[in-house]
C-alpha cells in the first residue's frame, strides 16, 4: 500500500498535468483574438485618411476587449475551481475538455459579432455570442457539479462551506447569460455591450478578488 | 557513481521536458483549429440571413469538433504514455517528434474535409482525413512498442500485465482508422463520421477513465 | 494556523501560476508576429525578380524586429517584477490581466506601421504604435506600484533601496513612449526608429543586465 | 551571506524560466507552420481532381518537413545546451533572445521557398531559406560560447572534455549551412534538398542521441 503522502503528491501531480494543457489553451485562445484586428489595406483606403478607417473598426476593438476580458475571468475561476480539486477522473477529463472546446471556439463568435454587430443580420450574430457564453457557463458549472458532488474530487481539507458559496455563485454564470441571449432578440448591440460589461464587471470584482483566498 | 536516487530525479527532470514541450505542441495545435472557422463576409452575405449561411458551414464545424476530440484523446493517451515512461533517450525523442509532426499536420486534413465534404472531391478530402489519424495511430505505437520492448524505458513499478493491456488497446487505433480509410472509398461523409463516431466515443469512455489509476 | 514556512509555499505557487500564464501569453504574442511577414504572391509578382520585392518589404521587417525586441524586454522586466512579488490578489490579477491585454494587442499596430509607415497615412500609424507602448509602460507601473505600495505584495526579503530603484527606471518608459508620439506628429518614419532603438537599447543594456541579481 | 544551496537552487529557478518561455517559443513556431498548407479553394480547383491538386503542392508539404525537423532538432539542442547552464546573466538572455528571433522567423522562409523552389526566383527563396539557418546556427554558437568562455556559466560539475565536444559539434553547423547558400548559386532545389537532408540526418542521429547522456 502507498503511504498517504506520495498519494497525495501522485494526485496532485495528475490535477497539474491538467491544469498546465488547459492554462496553454486559455493563454492561446486568449491571444489569437488579435488576429481578427485586420488592418484596412492601402489598396482599400487610398487617399482616405487613417484615423477614421480605424475608428469604424470599434465593434471590432469592443469585441476584442470582451472576449480578453471573458477569457481572462474563466482562466482565474478555472484555476480557482482547480485550487480546490485534488484528483481528475476520466469523467473530470471529459468534462473539462468540453469546457475548453467552448475556450477554443471564443474567437468564431467573436468575429462573428465585430463583423455583424450594427449589420441587419445582428441579432443572429448576438445570439451566437452569447449562446457560447450560455454553453461555456454550463460547461463550468457541470466540471464543478462533477467534482464537487458528495466531495467527490476535492482534496480533505476544503471547506465545505466554501465549496457551497462557490457553487451558488458559479450558479449564476448561466443564467446572466441567457438573459443576454434573450436581450438579443430585442437588441443586438444591448445583449453584447450586457456581456462586455459582465465581464469587465467580473475582472474588477469578485471573480478576482478571491484568487486571494484568506 | 551517482546514487540511484539522483539519477531517478535526472531521469523523470529529462522526460519531464518531453512532456511540457509536447504539451505545448498538443494545445496550440487544438487551439489553431479554431482558425478554420471562417465567419462569411458581409459583402458575400449581403441581404441574406446569418443563420442559415452558418448552418450551411456544418461540416467545418463538425470537422472542428471531431479534430478537437481526437487530439484532446491523443493529448490524454500521450500523457498516460509518459506516465510509464522513465527515460527519453535519442529515439525515442525522434519517434515522438514524427507523432507531433502529424499532430501540428492535423488542422490541415480538417480544413480539407471541411471543405470538400460534400463535393465530387470529398472521398479524396475523406482519405487525407483518415490517412492522417492512421499515420498518427502507427506513431503512436510506434513510440510506445519502442518505449516498452524488453521493457527498455519503463519504470521499474510499472505493472508488466498493465502495459500489455496498454499496448493490446493501442493496436486497435491502425486498424479502426484503416477501416475509416477503406470506408472513404465506398461513402466520404460515412468515413468522416466514422471518425468523429471514434473520437467522440474515446473521449467518454476508456481512453480517458484509465488516467485514473486506481 | 497555518506554519509560516506552508503559507509561503502556497503564496509562491499563487504567483507561479499568474506567472506561468503571463509567460505563455508573452510567448504567443511573440511568435504571432511572423504572421504579418508576408510572402509576395507570385501571381502577383509574374517574372519581376524576388529579391528586390522582398528589400522593398523593409518597413516590415524593422517592425517584426522593433516589436519582437519589445515583448522580448517586457518579458525580462515582467519576470523581475515578480521575482519580488510574493503574493497575488484580485487588484494585482486584475491589473496584470490589462498589461497583457496590451501584450497580445500589439502585432495590431506592428502590422498597421509595417503597412503605412511610408505612405501619407503614415503619422496616424506611428501614433498608434508609439501609443500602445505608451499604454503597456503605463499598465507596467500600474502593476508595479499596486504591488510596492507599502510593500503590500512584495516578499520580506526584498531590498526596499532596490524597489526605489526600479521604480524610478520604470518610471521613465510612459515618458519616453509619450516622446515618441509627440515625434510622430513631426515624423512618423523618425517615432518608428525612436521606438525601434529603445527597445534595442534596452534589450542589451540595462533592462536585461539586472536579472543576473547580484 | 546566501548558504550555496540555496544560491544554486535561485541560479536553477533563473534558468528554468529561460527554459520555460523559450519551449513556448519553440512549441508555438513550430506549429505555426501547418498555416503554411493551404487548402485549394473549391472555387479555384471547379471539377478537376483534388488529389493531383495536392500532390503538386509538394514543395509546400516538404518545405514543412525540413522546418519541423529543424526547430525539432534545434530544441533539442537547446535544452541540451541549457542542462550545463547554471546561470542566465543579462549577455545570456540578450544571445538567447537574438536566437529565438530566428526562430519565430523560420515560418517566413519556409513559405518563401514553398511558394517559389520551382520558379524563375527559386534561388532568391533557397538563399533566403539556407540564410536563415546560417543566422539560426550562428546565434546559436554565440550563445554556447558566451555560456562556456572561461565556464562562464556552466555549472561546477559540468565535464570540459564534453563541453569541448559540443563546441566542436556545433561549429559544424553553420560552415554546412553556408555551403547550402552556396549550393543554392547553382540549384535552388539542391540547396533545399541539403537542408532537408540535414535536419532529417540530425533528427536521427547524433543531434538526438547524445540527450541521453550517459
Not at 451558488?168 to 432578440?185: D, E, I, K, S
Request: some cysteine; aromatic content about 14%; charged content about 15%.
Amino acid at each position: 500500500m502507498t503511504p498517504p503522502s506520495a498519494l497525495e503528491e501522485e494526485e496532485s501531480r495528475s490535477t497539474g498535468r491538467v491544469e498546465a494543457f488547459s492554462d496553454g489553451v486559455f493563454a492561446i485562445a486568449i491571444t489569437l483574438l488579435v488576429l481578427d484586428l485586420k488592418v484596412p489595406t492601402p489598396a482599400a483606403l487610398g487617399d482616405a485618411p487613417l484615423g477614421p478607417a480605424l475608428v469604424r473598426q470599434w465593434p471590432t476593438f469592443l469585441a476584442y476587449l470582451a472576449s480578453f476580458a471573458t477569457i481572462l475571468v474563466m482562466w482565474v475561476n478555472h484555476h480557482r475551481m482547480l485550487d480546490h480539486v485534488r484528483r481528475a477522473d476520466g469523467a473530470f477529463l471529459f468534462l473539462n475538455g468540453l469546457l475548453l472546446l467552448f475556450v477554443t471556439f471564443v474567437p468564431f463568435p467573436t468575429s462573428l459579432v465585430a463583423d455583424y454587430l450594427l449589420l441587419p443580420q445582428g441579432r443572429t450574430a448576438a445570439l451566437v455570442y452569447a449562446g457560447t457564453y450560455v454553453a461555456l457557463a454550463i460547461a463550468y458549472n457541470l466540471v464543478w457539479s462533477y467534482a464537487t458532488a458528495d466531495g467527490r474530487l476535492l482534496s480533505r481539507e476544503t471547506d465545505r462551506e466554501r465549496v457551497r458559496a462557490l457553487s451558488r455563485q458559479y450558479r449564476t454564470g448561466p443564467a446572466l447569460y441567457v438573459a443576454a441571449v434573450v436581450l438579443a432578440f430585442w437588441s443586438a448591440p444591448a445583449s453584447f455591450l450586457f456581456c462586455l460589461l459582465l465581464a469587465v464587471y467580473w475582472a474588477f470584482s469578485g471573480a478576482l478578488v478571491v484568487f486571494r483566498r484568506d
